[in-house]
């Protein structure tokens, strides 16, 4: 793997992107922040091609202004993460996700017939039956397989406890704690310190807000489905490394990463488009007139929300203290502030 420097990421960056002009900054910027007013946010972040745009406060009590350190949970982009860590371990001749997930872990009989590849894919047949916080996530598995119906194989299902079992098969193949693992395999190589899976202590510092008051999410219990924090720049430059660069996995593991499958309908349709598909960990979007759109959206209901969009060689990273039930994330590809954003930033 070729390792870089996050500097000079940032000067390759710079070189193969159109900078923007001053006039643009200034939209950029403005359209941000009416954005982040109209819908309440405490503090938010915004990058693209590698141009940060702050808004509000990190610590509201306190009057700390969002800055290039102010770390964020990033939810289920999580899941983007875990997906690189296995095909890593596949390229390493580690695991093959092509093979049952009980070759690995027997103690789940009943998956017999499901795949890691499946389970990456969200067509394992696992139907979530718990959102609740409070459920470790050990609970939410095994209430999960108990009420496992194999019948529902191969069809995509949006399903946490897919991610939380991958993240156990991790460890179980790995020897070592899934933080340990992410720092070997992601965050060590290149160089991104403030992408972690936070302690209680950790996770307590992490102010985020939900109808004007403070909440505490529970990222231990969010695990390999959502429990990652990181701050704006890092998680661009893993992005960035991951799609546009491609240099965090060999070719095979490109392939297969980009593996699609149909989504539900009825996941999608207060988006106002088609259902998107979805890979190894990313969702695909056909949306006229960028054509296809690379997105996820990870969200903790506590309030912070965080979401990805790659459009051809453009990379955008939205990240927010503040969860909003009717825009929860700036990033929906079909949403107005998306598609003023590149209109006039992007030139499409």
Excluded: C
Aim: proline share 4%.
């Amino acid at each position: 793997m070729i390792r870089m420097t996050k500097s000079l990421v940032m000067f390759l960056l710079a070189s193969t992107i159109q900078i923007a002009t001053a006039s643009t900054l200034s939209f950029t910027q403005t359209h941000f922040n009416k954005w982040a007013k109209e819908n309440g946010i405490i503090g938010a972040a915004l990058a693209v091609n590698n141009k940060i745009y702050f808004y509000g406060y990190s610590d509201k009590s306190l009057a700390e202004p969002v800055t290039e350190k102010t770390q964020f949970g990033i939810g289920s982009i999580t899941k983007t993460f875990i997906s690189v860590i296995l095909l890593k371990l596949e390229a390493e001749g580690k695991l093959n996700i092509h093979d049952p997930i009980t070759k690995y872990l027997p103690q789940y009989p009943k998956l017999k017939n499901v795949t890691i590849q499946s389970l990456m894919q969200m067509t394992a047949g696992f139907n979530d039956v718990s959102n609740n916080p409070i459920i470790s996530y050990t609970e939410e598995i095994k209430m999960a397989y108990e009420k496992y119906n194999p019948k529902l194989a191969g069809k995509w299902l949006y399903s946490n406890v897919s991610y939380q079992l991958l993240g156990i098969l991790i460890e179980k193949i790995t020897q070592k704690p899934l933080a340990d693992v992410l720092s070997i395999l992601i965050t060590k190589p290149l160089n991104l310190r403030s992408i972690y899976f936070p302690n209680k202590l950790q996770a307590e510092s992490l102010k985020e807000y939900q109808n004007g008051k403070v909440q505490i999410s529970n990222f231990k219990n969010a695990y390999a489905a959502g429990g990652l924090v990181s701050n704006i720049g890092d998680l661009e430059s893993f992005i960035y490394h991951l799609f546009i660069v491609k240099d965090l996995l060999p070719k095979q593991q490109y392939a297969e990463l980009n593996t699609f499958v149909k989504t539900s309908e009825k996941y999608y349709a207060f988006t106002g488009t088609k259902a998107p598909k979805f890979g190894l960990g990313v969702f695909k979007w056909d949306i006229p007139p960028y054509g296809d759109v690379l997105n996820y959206a990870g969200v903790l209901s506590e309030g912070f929300t965080s979401a990805y969009t790659i459009i051809g060689n453009n990379v955008i990273i939205s990240q927010s203290n503040t969860y909003n039930h009717n825009d929860f994330t700036i990033l929906w590809p079909h949403r107005p502030f998306t598609k003023g954003l590149i209109k006039s930033t992007l030139n499409y």
